[in-house]
């Protein structure tokens, strides 16, 4: 089946994004993989599906799959260049829409300097006590949300790292370190990734604070390993800060592929995330049938 796609980036994140707002491609798990592949097919972080609204309140769904091919419930970055797609292919003439995702509505809003500001909706804190794998390290409820220790089983022997869990319709664990350049983030992303703790998995996000209102982060994602940049990272990692009494309610997060500012004015109050989408290319290609 050959098909028609565009190349888009968010701050280095970058994506493959499909227009079924006609009709759907119905590809599947394989197929996403493959369009994703950076030797064999487009190359991406994530897969982008542009569908129709499921609703008259509402103006597009959004899908998201990873670079393994399994659907998620929210990407940031993504929402960025979702709402530059449907702009730039007068899908819609409105400067903000609502867009349904997996994990609830989202409104991203695009700004008179170029960047997009999204509206990611408030944070969900894991409050639940899950059977722990470390003897003796329980929960540390810090202001009513858990810090979690995880027993990490590396090379060099076992490392107990402290992670705040939270999700922004995805699930992050974030950890503070030193300097982000030199943190374990290859070895320690995917241990924490297919941690135990984590059924669904996580993304693993490491932090820098460099003063209460700028922090250097990376983040290996679930399902796609370390990206440039990961847009609902930095929403969890800026309210982690938050929560922990280290950031301001507004936040510059440096990331390897760009700059985003992140705001939350506390409990209840939904993340806003601005920054900069930007479309690569436009091509076709042959992608191989549904296994
Ligand atoms: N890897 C993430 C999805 C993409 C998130 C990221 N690219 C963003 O900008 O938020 C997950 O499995 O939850």
């Known amino acids: 089946m050959r098909i028609r796609f565009t190349k888009m980036q968010g701050a280095g994140n970058d994506f493959v994004v499909l227009d079924e707002t006609r009709a759907p491609l119905g590809l599947d798990a394989a197929q996403y993989r493959f369009l994703a592949d950076r030797h064999f097919g487009v190359g991406a972080d994530q897969i982008l599906s542009v569908r129709p609204s499921p609703s008259a ?7 998201i799959h990873n670079a393994d091919g399994g659907e998620v419930e929210q990407c940031g970055n993504g929402a960025r260049c979702f709402m530059r797609f449907v ?5 819609t003439a409105k400067d903000a829409v609502r867009v349904q995702t997996l994990s609830g509505v989202i409104e991203p809003r695009m700004g008179a300097d170029g960047r997009v500001t ?9 409050t639940a006590r899950v059977p722990f794998d470390t ?3 329980d929960p540390q409820p810090e202001g009513g949300w858990h810090t979690w220790h995880l027993a990490l089983d590396t090379h060099a022997g076992s490392a107990i790292v402290a992670v705040a869990v939270l999700s922004m319709g995805n699930p992050h664990a974030v950890q503070i370190v030193a ?16 941690h135990p703790r984590f059924p669904q998995r996580v993304n693993a996000g490491f932090m820098q604070v460099v003063d209460r ?3 250097r982060l990376r983040v290996f994602e679930r399902g796609s390993g370390e990206t440039l940049a990961c847009g609902t ?14 950031l301001d309610a507004r936040v510059d997060v440096q990331t390897r592929g760009g700059l985003l500012t992140i705001e939350w004015a506390g409990d209840g109050s939904p993340v806003l995330m601005t920054g900069p989408a930007v479309t690569v290319f436009e091509g076709d290609i042959e992608v191989p049938d549904a296994s």
């Open 87 to 91: 702009r730039e292919r007068q899908l």
């Open 213 to 215: 209102a700028r922090v």
């Open 233 to 246: 990272g930095a929403c969890a990692a800026v309210v982690a800060g938050i929560r922990l009494g280290l």
């Open 135 to 137: 003897a003796g390290l």
């Open 118 to 126: 999204v509206d990611m909706g408030a944070p969900v804190f894991e």
């Open 57 to 63: 309140d509402i103006d597009f769904q959004y899908v």
């Open 179 to 194: 300097d982000v350049d030199t943190a374990p983030v290859a070895v320690q992303g995917p241990l924490i990734e297919h």
